[in-house]
């Protein structure tokens, strides 16, 4: 028998996973992560068994404070991340805790997707898109989760396990659970024989509705076993936990076409909305004035509302979708035909450049945290959303803005998928104060939506924060149709008590979140978690999100006197926070309010420098050549001996200094240093110089890519064979036949755009001092900030004389360090490229591919990600091979230059998804762009990765 998994009760463990999205704040008595469904089973009987309430949580990404608990609280986001297409991608089996976004990513090679479509794409989890009936911005009620599940497997309170994949699935849950099969059978009955309640079942369900339990199930469907797994959709975790799904997809239209109509008031948008549905538009998206405010202050605001002079304004983000180009180009010369009639601010332009149109998908899918980003100190901004007939949204509309005049809220806003009568409108709110106005702006509000025939949750889920008004909704007789539902599945009480359905009519004014003050670098964080499937540390210690409502659970401990809270958790955040920190920036591509964790973490680093190390660091920057040098031949020397011995002196030095001072010497890391970064010229001697050449310390530090070694020092065969890395691994190494070979690959990637440049016809000239330059992220990520700051000196001094004050561009041969120099070249007006970027534009297309190799695997960084060049980085892979592979599951390894010798627990965290999607297939080659992330990855796979120029190279000979 599975024993139920281990209770955590250590304080820091608690507070980093009691906070989500929402404004309610519950700290659990004990934490767990279950990591099977055998596992659950044993934790709900023990729950059972010990009537201990019980919540399940994912994402953390839901607003309505429905992923909480004072008692245990079980993360499934860890675990249960399982991807399955089946049938060419028309259906997938997926675990809760996978992201949509990550489905979405296996699902794309076969052009489909998942119906859902919310906002928070990027972080939301199945178990909670199942959990919310997640609809989103196309998905209206249609392509819901409700609407598009085929099959599901949950686990009951009780421990049973219901699976209506299965044949038999209602016998086996007669015979297993009779009393639950006969109760279900009698709800059926007890709804279906009442044209009461049939006709408001109906009229509810025909728009977007989370509010309750979906009762429309006991009318939709005619065995208790799929009338009860479609109860368990939007149940919010209250009846069960979902192992799996099976979902059917939904096709990906081929183009796109997207526009903004802009209109002088939101009445005028409202007004129009009869003329937009009636044009058929996939998307019609409501934005009001302040929120167009708010987006035109964010980076890549859409050039349509760039120079608005915003006063009453509204948007309607359409879209039209088709397979067939024609058909796409006559919807949209339609709707610009249509437009002409509703009073533009701005004529409507439709639009199929992809740069556009992400920026104005961009704007609206991170409006929420982008607004509340920019919320009053001190406030804390609370969302909600509501749907009511088309036809009476303008009314509705006009409705709440009286209510924020009537109750003064001063900047609400009002966005939202107008299409389907659905609105959120945000308030800025001090919490600690304004109970009594938000209390009655509430009231106001339920009143305004039901008397236009709305519910009060659309999409959002029923949370704490809509519970007391079920009943309101629903009125008495479906309301105890819900709750005897609730007493069949969970006699008990034990799942999620308090959400969906409470006792409380104050619920929703309880366990109100803190707004508590701390560094400005992530002072604005609003704890949407929209960062977290990003973080290479996420299954390791700590996520941004986590990493930050600690600094403000540590700081509200001691203002309220809890001295020992406060120190047990600045104590773990030594390792948990700092430590483990990659320092990527991957947080802030996903952060819609632009919060780079890493900056927080460089800050407290820099802070807890003392003065010896900060000394030190600055005479490394001041002697950068004779310590490049000296690693380079302390690698040399090391790869001479048996790896047991610098091993066993390096894990000496760590005993004794701190495994955060002293890196690891590892089986990846190569058998000799680099050579020196020489001054002069590259590429072919007779052209004119075309660009300032600065290669990068590290390939002077670690020599070029070499057959990886087995762990006690021997060869381990670890490259894909048919490749040029002159090892002989693999299957059949440099000599196959019809494969490209050359052993001046071993020189690595400087060698590699030497030869490039050469057969190109271009010149590249190296700086004189180039060898004694870094870009200064060694520095940075460690938090010395002195030698950092007079290392990017003595770099903007150098590479301003060496470019003519930026007549010629620099590039640079490794990616981060290209995104270091390009931070500190910032204003000087010198362009800065990575080595791939210039290659794709300038190289590539004067160079001839004599033999491509068979297949590559790539490895896009952290780094081509800030720098927009990944694409380059698959493109010249594209170029050089016949069929690439990008795992769906690559992520920053969490090298982070040393952090994988200082902490190589978190490269093996950061890289366990993606080695083994690289397992299943072997290919020739295994290339990224920087080469710390190319030893990461060879720890990882025991493939030996090279840089992407080195393919190039071999293959254009």
């Known amino acids: 028998m599975t024993v139920a998994p281990l209770l955590d009760t250590d304080v820091v463990a608690r507070h980093a996973l009691a906070h989500d999205a929402s404004h309610y704040l519950l700290l659990p008595e004990a934490v767990t992560s279950p990591t099977d469904e055998d596992s659950v089973v044993a934790l709900l009987r023990e729950a059972m068994r010990a009537r201990r309430p019980l919540t399940f949580r994912s994402g953390g990404t839901s607003l309505s404070g429905q992923a909480q608990s004072e008692a245990v609280l079980a993360d499934v986001r860890t675990h249960f991340r399982t991807v399955e297409v089946l049938d060419h991608g028309e259906r997938v089996r997926v675990g809760p805790g996978a992201t ?23 972080a939301c989890t199945i178990g909670g898109v199942i959990a919310n009936n997640s609809s989103g911005m196309a998905a209206g009620t249609a392509e819901n989760s409700y609407r598009t599940l085929e099959s599901l497997r949950f686990v009951l309170p009780s421990g049973t396990i219901v699976d209506t994949g299965l044949e038999g699935a209602d016998a086996r849950l007669r015979r297993e659970e009779p009393d639950l099969h006969e109760g279900l059978v009698r709800l059926m009955r007890r709804v279906r024989d009442s044209a009461e309640s049939t006709r408001v079942i109906r009229e509810r369900f025909a728009l977007k509705n989370t509010m309750g339990y979906g009762i429309n199930a006991l009318l939709d469907f005619e065995t208790p076993a799929d009338v009860l797994a479609h109860l368990v959709v939007g149940s919010e975790g209250t009846l069960a936990f979902v192992s799996s799904a099976v979902f059917r997809t939904v096709p990906i239209q081929k183009h796109i076409t997207t526009g903004l109509l802009v209109l002088p008031s939101l009445e005028a948008a409202t007004a129009a909305l009869p003329e937009v549905v009636g044009a058929g538009f996939a998307t019609a998206e409501l934005m009001d004035a302040r929120s167009l405010i708010v987006a ?59 740069a556009r149109r992400a920026a104005m998908w961009t704007t609206r899918k991170g409006l929420y945290a982008a607004i509340a980003g920019a919320r009053p100190a001190g406030s804390t901004a609370l969302l909600e959303d509501v749907v009511v007939p088309v036809p009476e949204l303008e009314a509705t509309c006009r409705g709440l803005q009286d209510l924020f005049d009537r109750h003064d809220y001063d900047e609400s806003v009002i966005f939202g998928h107008a299409k389907d009568g659905n609105i959120h409108f945000l308030l800025n709110e001090q919490l600690g104060e304004g109970s009594t106005r938000l209390e009655a702006f509430t009231q106001d509000m339920v009143e305004l939506v039901l008397d236009h025939g709305g519910n009060l949750k659309a999409e959002h889920g029923t949370g704490r924060v809509m519970a007391p008004f079920v009943e309101r909704q629903y009125g008495p007789e479906l309301y105890g149709v819900m709750r005897e539902l609730k007493a069949l599945v969970d006699p008990a009480g034990i799942l ?68 020992a809270t406060a120190a047990a958790i600045r104590s773990a955040y030594e390792y948990e926070g700092l430590e483990t920190c990659a320092v990527d920036g991957m947080c802030v591509t996903a952060c819609p309010v632009g919060i780079n964790t890493g900056d927080l973490v460089r800050r407290l680093r820099a802070e807890d420098a003392s003065a010896a190390p900060n000394a030190a660091w600055k005479a490394a920057a001041g002697n950068w050549d004779l310590l490049t040098r000296g690693a380079s031949a302390a690698m040399s020397v090391a790869g001479t001996l048996p790896q047991v011995l610098p091993r066993a002196a390096t894990d000496v030095g760590r005993a004794l200094l701190g495994t955060d001072t ?57 490259c894909g064979g048919n490749c040029a890395c002159g090892s002989g691994g693999g299957k059949g190494g440099a000599t196959s036949s019809g494969s490209p070979s050359s052993p001046t690959t071993a020189a690595g990637v400087p060698a590699a755009l030497d030869l490039l440049a050469q057969r190109a016809g271009m010149r590249l000239a190296v700086p004189d001092d180039a060898a004694s330059l870094c870009c200064g992220t060694p520095f940075s990520s460690k938090g010395m900030t002195g030698a950092k700051e007079w290392m990017r000196d003595q770099v903007r001094t150098a590479l301003l004389a ?39 534009r300038r190289l590539l297309p004067q160079l001839s591919v004599r033999e491509p190799a068979g297949s590559v695997t790539v490895h896009p960084t952290c780094s081509t990600t800030h720098l ?82 080195e393919l190039l190279e071999a293959v254009t000979r």
């Open 662 to 718: 002293v890196p690891q010497y590892r089986s990846e890391l190569p058998r000799r240093g680099g050579s020196v970064r020489r001054a002069g010229g590259r590429g072919r001697a007779s052209a004119d110089i075309g660009a300032v050449y600065l290669p990068a310390c590290v390939h002077t530090m670690f020599g070029a890519a070499e057959e990886p070694r087995s762990s006690d020092g021997g060869a381990s065969g670890g």
């Open 802 to 840: 060496a470019s003519h004050d930026g007549e010629l561009p620099v590039i640079v041969d490794a990616s981060s360090c290209t995104e270091g120099i390009h931070q500190a070249m910032e204003g000087t007006g010198v362009e800065v490229l990575d080595a791939i970027t210039y290659v794709r």
């Open 868 to 949: 927009g060049a990944t694409d380059d980085l698959i493109a010249i892979a594209e170029a050089a091979a016949r069929d690439v592979v990008v795992p769906v599951d690559w992520g920053c390894c969490g090298y982070a230059g040393d952090r994988g010798m200082l902490h190589p627990e978190l490269t093996a965290s950061a890289t366990r998804a993606e080695a083994a999607e690289v397992a299943q297939r072997e290919t020739d080659w295994y290339v990224s762009s920087n080469r710390t992330c190319e030893l990461g990855m060879q720890a990882a796979t025991g493939k030996s990765y090279r840089h992407v120029l």
């Open 496 to 563: 999620n008590p308090g959400v969906v359905l409470t006792d409380d009519a104050t619920a929703h004014m309880q366990n109100l979140k803190p707004v508590i003050e701390i560094e400005e670098e992530a002072d604005r964080c609003v704890e949407c978690g929209y960062c977290e499937p990003v973080c290479p540390s996420k299954d390791l210690t700590l996520t941004p999100r986590q990493r930050i409502v600690l600094r403000r659970d540590a700081n509200l401990a001691e203002q309220r006197g809890d001295l």
């Open 296 to 354: 035109q202050g964010l980076a890549g605001a859409p050039q349509e509302i760039l120079g608005l002079d915003v006063e009453r304004h509204a948007a309607l983000l359409v879209e039209h979708r088709s397979d067939d180009p024609a058909e796409l180009a006559q919807r949209a010369a339609d709707a610009v035909g249509m437009s002409e009639g509703l009073g533009l601010s701005v004529p409507l332009e439709m639009t199929t450049d992809a």
């Open 100 to 122: 949509l976004r990550q489905v979405n990513a296996h699902l794309l090679r076969q052009m489909r997707r998942l119906g859902p479509d919310p906002a928070s794409e990027v």
